[in-house]
């Protein structure tokens, strides 16, 4: 059988299995983008801890480390590039919907060209490509993005989408509750993290502590968007 399938990988496996269940689930219907990020935030959690797992096994060999490397970055390319697109996709959706069924008034978001809309899409899973294809070209041993520095990133992680789309579309959720519909900052923050995921700048690496307090961030996010979802109706 081709490839590896110990318990070194189960977590990337994990995050590819949950990004694509969040793509297809939050494309659906109306949209469903915070079924979407929900599914983010799950490969944030996958992602922070499968690197761990795979350097608990001692004797690996050379293959399979650069294996875990190339599916670690193809991962990352479908959960932290392809799924933010897909969640900010689903939010265009059901603003469209919202403006239909509901007569709301019209959106900010509604009077931006569709194609405008694919072309930030577009520039940002291009953007994440190439960061972390540079990545796999640069790192040794180490999964994931390290680059010589090990105290410090460079340019911001792609990872970090799973916190910060899931913190917006929780944000845009409490203002939505005072008829404040902020959806198309969603897609200039797209642009923003585009850009900074290729810029060249020192970003200190959380130590093991911060990682923690992240993951219960993440936790926290987690259950505020289900909440949202089966008692809000969004």
């Known amino acids: 059988m081709l490839g590896y399938w110990d318990y070194t990988v189960v977590l990337t496996y994990c995050s590819l299995l949950s990004a694509t269940t969040g793509i297809l689930v939050s494309l659906s219907g109306a949209g469903h983008p915070y079924i979407g990020v929900m599914f983010l935030l799950l490969c944030g959690l996958c992602d922070t801890f499968d690197g761990r797992v795979a350097r608990s096994k001692k004797n690996r060999t050379a293959k399979e480390k650069e294996f875990g490397i190339q599916i670690d970055s193809l991962s990352d390319l479908v959960a932290f590039g392809v799924l933010p697109v897909c969640v900010g996709m689903a939010l265009y959706k ?56 090990k105290k410090h990133y460079y340019g911001l992680p792609v990872t970090s989408t799973a916190l910060i789309f899931p913190t917006f579309l929780l944000a845009r959720h409490i203002l939505y509750l005072n008829h404040v519909n902020i959806s198309f900052v969603y897609y200039i923050l797209l642009l923003i993290v585009a850009v900074l995921f290729v810029l060249k700048f020192k970003l200190k690496k959380p130590g093991t502590m911060m990682i923690y307090f992240l993951v219960g961030i993440g936790a926290v996010e987690f259950i505020a968007v289900i909440l949202l979802k089966f008692f809000a109706n969004r």
Do not use: W
């Not at 403006?99 to 899973?125: D, R, T």
């Open 94 to 149: 059901r603003d469209m919907f919202d403006i239909e069924a509901l007569s709301h008034h019209k959106s900010v978001l509604a009077c931006v060209p569709l194609a405008v809309i694919i072309a930030v899409s577009a520039i940002f899973v291009l953007a994440a490509l190439v960061r972390l294809a540079y990545f796999n070209i640069t790192v040794e041993e180490t999964q994931g993005e390290g680059l010589g520095d």
